[in-house]
């Protein structure tokens, strides 16, 4: 998902001395606390049966969806059917399905009898009258129907977006991350289990084409609709899934990546093909920086595609959707204030990044998602890095500080659908830049990012994994580090007091064990040094110097008077 960038552009910088900056950032703490206190949100049963993996959820495993859908845009009305593949892991006789209101789950079958169910809000548990026996490879249709809720500020407060070209043609796509599939159609809407591969039926009226995620296997004419058969050969999780329609036209490509020849689709609004099919040229140079840092693009089977649609723009997985306008930058600006996120289509670049971190691999729980959206902002970075070299990359992620707020933890709250602080974009891709200083050797660096790719491919994880990986991977035991950054609100302050020869520094706001070593530079020369919570000495060649905290490390610092 992009980042939500609420805030204003060029921002008159405000001049603050740390101390000044210490202080608004104590207040503030107190402030949100105080707030979070007296309106800690409620979590309902809804909210549990929504975010937790229920015990009409734990006894089955996803294997197949077969979704089809018929979109009517004149009178903004789907229906249609979800046929669910699972294997039995345990004996269960209710199972869990989510369809959230105003849709309307009409039946479900098995085998084809007609099944009982009980309806909560969200949560549909169907009685099954066959024995469900460990092992066994179940199927059961889910009929469905009605007016899905519209879309309000797609992509973040998702749904159906029912728009019109220019030329007064339906232009209709879905969005739901966070507020989850079910918001269209029916499924098993929690994160950690995925379905290993996925048929994708649209029906929509003649004139249109409709768009979603894998490989077009065919299309049948009807009367007076056409129905598009779409399959992903991949696992795919339920936000992924979309739905586009419009008068598009297609142009395609190909590019000679890690694993051969990866096909590269294109469907935009006619006028804008010509736009498009300049704009679309930094998909390979996307792609070439992307498989370098990451490793091979993780859907060759289908295809990597872009499909115009009237919102700014999602990470649908093989199906990246594109609304930026075909302009470089967020909407035409940089979002760094440094002049380099304008050397890119923010949308190409961070959308595609979730190829690899949220599609490829993918957040067990919706608190995780800095997994997603942290290495998406990393990656803005390492694209201008593989271009325009260290400096350039250095400069737009530390320019990007100025979105970090601080106001909560990136992670969020496990078994509610609670996602953490918006600062899992920026803040997560800081936290991502420090650690890479921290290994201090670039080919280790890009190894270990390439070895998460590898070892948790196409796989639902938990932050703890990711974090395991890298303190095991770098050599490093990080534990104190993403507990810092990810688990409090609270950014390290290095204290220090220079007096004569005599160097004494510390952390400050720090968690228990959090002793990361940082490079600093004094009298011009550049060294580590190792603080702790408790003042440590060094004893310097000459005295009075000035010494001044390596800028690619996220943290404060802080010198003091002399007493
Ligand atoms: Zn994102």
């Not at 499924?187 to 995620?213: C, F, Q």
Request: net charge negative.
């Amino acid at each position: 998902m992009p980042f939500s960038c609420r805030i204003r552009f060029n921002r008159s910088k405000e001049h603050k001395t740390p101390q000044m900056k210490l202080f608004r950032i104590s207040i503030l703490c107190i402030f949100v606390t105080g707030c979070t206190l007296a309106q800690r949100p409620e979590y309902t049963k809804q909210d549990t049966l929504r975010g937790s993996i229920t015990p009409e959820r734990a006894w089955w495993d996803l294997n197949f969806y077969d979704l089809n859908v018929r979109i009517e845009p004149d009178r903004h009305y789907i229906s249609g059917s979800n046929i669910i593949r699972y294997t039995v892991l345990k004996p269960g006789q209710t199972l869990q399905l989510d369809l959230q209101p105003p849709m309307v789950l009409k039946r479900v079958t098995q085998d084809g009898k007609e099944l009982q169910f009980s309806s909560g809000i969200n949560a549909h548990f169907i009685n099954l009258n066959k024995p469900q026996v460990t092992g066994d490879k179940n199927e059961l249709v889910a009929y469905f129907e009605g007016y899905p809720k519209v879309a309000q500020n797609p992509p973040w407060d998702g749904g159906f977006s029912w728009e019109q070209d220019p030329d007064g043609q339906p232009f209709v796509a879905t969005s739901c991350q966070g507020l989850g599939a079910s918001v269209w159609w029916p499924n098993k809407d929690h994160l950690y289990d995925e379905v290993d591969s996925m048929d994708i039926r649209l029906t929509v009226p003649k004139a249109l084409v409709g768009v979603s995620n894998g490989r077009l296997l065919g299309i049948e004419t009807g009367d007076r609709t056409r129905t598009f058969r779409w399959y992903v050969h991949n696992p795919i999780n339920n936000y992924g899934v979309n739905a586009n329609l419009a008068h598009y036209t297609h142009f395609e490509s190909s590019y000679e990546g890690e694993n051969g020849s990866l096909d590269l689709e294109y469907y935009v609004l006619p006028k804008n093909l010509k736009k498009a099919r300049e704009q679309f040229k930094q998909v390979p140079a996307m792609l070439e920086a992307f498989e370098y840092w990451f490793g091979p693009y993780p859907f060759y089977e289908d295809s990597y595609k872009l499909v115009e649609v009237p919102y700014l723009g999602m990470e649908h997985q093989s199906s990246t959707t594109y609304g930026n306008g075909y302009q470089n930058g967020y909407l035409g600006h940089d979002l760094s204030g440094t002049g380099w996120g304008l050397k890119f289509d923010f949308i190409i670049i961070h959308e595609s990044g979730h190829e690899w971190f949220g599609n490829s691999i993918t957040e067990r729980d919706i608190a995780d998602m800095w997994i997603h959206e942290g290495f998406a902002a990393y990656a803005e970075n390492l694209f201008l890095d593989y271009y325009y070299g260290k400096e350039a990359s250095a400069d737009y992620v530390i320019g990007t500080r100025s979105h970090i707020r601080n106001d909560r933890p990136i992670i969020g709250l496990y078994g509610v659908n609670q996602s953490g602080s918006n600062d899992m974009y920026y803040k997560g891709a800081n936290m991502l830049h420090t650690l890479r200083q921290l290994v201090d050797d670039d080919e280790k660096w890009r190894q270990i990012l390439r070895g998460i790719n590898r070892t948790f491919y196409h796989q639902t994880v938990s932050s703890r994994q990711i974090e395991d990986y890298m303190s095991e991977a770098s050599g490093k035991d990080l534990k104190a580090f993403f507990d810092q950054y990810l688990r409090t609100t609270m950014i390290p302050v290095l204290e220090y007091r220079l007096e004569g020869k005599v160097l004494q520094y510390r952390y400050m706001d720090v968690v228990r064990g959090f002793d990361m070593p940082v490079r600093v530079t004094i009298n011009g020369k550049e060294q580590w040094l190792y603080p702790k919570s408790e003042w440590q000495t060094k004893t310097l060649k000459q005295p009075n110097l000035k010494l001044e905290v390596d800028r690619n490390f996220y943290i404060e610092s802080r010198k003091l008077e002399n007493t």
